[in-house]
C-alpha cells in the first residue's frame, strides 16, 4: 500500500505559479508511475501530467503542455508539479496518483490516489 498525500494548492492570479507537492509513504520501495489529475466542479477527472518511475519520460495534456512540469525525486519520495502561466481554466482540485505497473493518462488505472489539493485562479 501507498499512501499519497498533496499539498501547495492555492489561490493565485492568471499568469501566476503553484508549485504541487505529493508525498508518498508506505510501501515506497517499489517503483511506481506517478501522475497528476485534476477535477473542476461538475466535471470528470482529466489527466494532467504523467511521469515514469525513473522520471526519465514524461507525458502532458496538450492543455498544459509549455506551462506544467512534472518531476519526482525518488530519494524523498516526492512528486512535483511546476504551475506557470496559470489560467481560470486551471481552477480544479489536483490529484496525485501512482501505479507500480501501469504508465498513462487513464486515470481508471491507478491504485492510489491522494485526497487532492484546491487550485483557484482568478482573472
Known amino acids: 500500500q501507498v499512501q499519497l498525500v498533496e499539498s501547495g494548492g492555492g489561490s493565485v492570479q492568471a499568469g501566476g505559479s503553484l508549485r504541487l507537492s505529493c508525498a508518498a509513504s508506505g510501501r515506497t520501495s517499489r517503483s511506481y508511475a506517478m501522475a497528476w489529475f485534476c477535477q473542476a466542479p461538475e466535471k470528470e477527472r482529466e489527466f494532467v501530467a504523467a511521469i515514469s518511475w525513473t522520471g526519465g519520460s514524461t507525458y502532458y495534456a496538450d492543455s498544459v503542455k509549455g506551462r506544467f512540469t512534472i518531476s519526482r525525486d525518488n530519494a524523498k519520495n516526492t512528486l512535483y508539479l511546476q504551475m506557470n502561466s496559470l489560467k481560470p481554466e486551471d481552477t480544479a482540485v489536483y490529484y496525485c496518483?501512482?501505479?507500480?505497473?501501469?504508465?498513462?493518462?487513464?486515470?481508471?488505472?491507478?491504485?492510489?490516489w491522494g485526497q487532492g489539493t484546491q487550485v483557484t485562479v482568478s482573472s
Open positions: 496518483a501512482a501505479d507500480s505497473v501501469y504508465y498513462g493518462s487513464n486515470s481508471r488505472n491507478y491504485n492510489y
